[in-house]
Structure formats: structure tokens, C-alpha cells
């Protein structure tokens, strides 16, 4: 009986250790320089488990935006134009 416990404990044990952690993309916008082959705000999915990203697409055609932010609620995404026009 000490050793089917010991057994099943062991089995518990390794299927725990070995558990794989479900990955689940998460969308990520991505400002560029727009002065070489990049045209504006990007979106990508980001694999948090892998680190990968995957099905980079434009989003949002604009002159370098340097910076892009989510609204609270994820409805709004705002960009900021780096330029030097005033």
C-alpha cells in the first residue's frame, strides 16, 4: 500500500511539474519612424509565454508615431506625431 501512495504521489508530482502554460496572444500597438519602409501604427499579437509576435498589421497610417496609448475602457487608441512642422 506505502508504495502504490508513493507511486501515485510521485505520478501527481511530475504531471504538475510538467504542466505546459497555455499561451494567449495578447494584442500589442506599435508606434514607428515612418522615414524608411514603416507607414504608422502597427498591431501585432504578442505570445506572452513565447515572447513571439505574429500577424503584423497597419492599423493606422500616420507620419512617425512615437508614442501610442490605450484608452481605459480599449475602445481609443491615441498616437503621438513626432514631426517637425509646427
Known amino acids: 500500500m506505502k508504495n ?5 504521489t510521485a ?3 511530475v504531471m504538475n511539474c510538467t504542466k505546459v502554460e497555455k499561451s494567449s496572444p ?3 500597438y506599435i508606434g514607428t519612424y515612418t522615414n524608411g519602409e514603416s507607414e504608422g501604427v502597427y498591431r501585432a ?4 509565454v513565447t515572447g513571439n509576435l ?16 490605450l484608452s481605459p ?14
Open 54 to 69: 505574429s500577424n503584423m498589421t497597419l492599423v493606422a497610417e500616420m507620419e512617425n508615431p512615437s508614442f501610442v496609448k
Open 11 to 13: 505520478i501527481f508530482l
Open 26 to 28: 495578447t494584442p500589442l
Open 45 to 48: 499579437l504578442f505570445d506572452t
Open 4 to 8: 502504490c501512495l508513493f507511486i501515485l
Open 73 to 86: 475602457d480599449n475602445k481609443f487608441l491615441y498616437a503621438v506625431e513626432e514631426t517637425n512642422s509646427y
